[in-house]
């Protein structure tokens, strides 16, 4: 099943947007089940866009090897 996230712009660098408030590039992001959730929550950012997610257990360290 595919997962969806929203990212945006700043300071020409993007970022997942989070619930967290405020957050940070460390911040874990807001994950959508349907493309649909993630475009509507894009659409509230004005660079928002919806990228697929790949989760890890723990996405801050990347893929497993």
Known sequence: MN???VMIEVDDELMYV??????NYNSE?????????ARLAAST?????????????NWHEGPPT
């Open 3 to 5: 997962k969806y996230a």
């Open 18 to 23: 989070s619930a967290s408030n405020p957050f």
């Open 29 to 37: 992001p807001v994950v959508f089940d349907t493309e649909e959730e």
């Open 45 to 57: 950012w004005k660079t928002g866009r919806v990228v697929p997610y790949h989760a890890w257990d």
